[in-house]
């Protein structure tokens, strides 16, 4: 076997994926699920407040100055909205955006 073959080789070997552990494929779905967790609540409380105000989408839309499509994705779970976006929201339904994290322990 000459140089070349064997670099071919060891190109193979370098360029071969690390197998997933089984943990390691618990964590990313319960990542997943806790994300879709957030955005479930995150779109519970923008219609929260469009209720609370007797707001519609549309009234939040020319409020906010945002587009209905964008709104509607976070309403619907399909964007992660940044902070920015929560506090424009937030500002403009007269709320105050709060953010908290929750200790875990002791949850299973």
Same mark, same amino acid.
């Given at each position: 076997?000459?140089?070349?073959? %064997?670099?071919?080789?060891?190109? $193979?070997?370098? +360029?071969?994926?690390? *197998?997933?552990?089984?943990? &390691?494929?618990?964590?990313? &779905?319960?990542?997943?699920? +806790? ?12 219609? @929260?407040?469009?209720? &609370? ?8 839309? @020319?409020?906010?100055? %945002? ?8 309403? +619907?779970? @399909?964007?992660? *909205?940044?902070?920015?976006?929560? $506090? ?14 929750? +200790? ?5």
């Amino acid at each position: 076997m000459n140089n070349k073959e %064997m670099d071919l080789i060891f190109d $193979q070997i370098n +360029n071969l994926k690390k *197998p997933t552990l089984k943990s &390691e494929e618990n964590h990313i &779905e319960n990542s997943s699920d +806790n994300l879709h967790e957030v955005l479930n609540e995150v779109s519970a409380e923008i219609q @929260r407040v469009l209720d &609370e105000n007797d707001l519609t989408q549309e009234d939040l839309c @020319r409020i906010t100055k %945002m587009s209905q499509s964008n709104i509607s994705k976070i309403q +619907n779970g @399909r964007v992660v *909205p940044k902070i920015e976006t929560l $506090q424009k929201i937030a500002s403009a339904t007269h709320n105050r955006l709060v953010i908290c994290f929750e +200790n875990l322990e002791g949850d299973e």
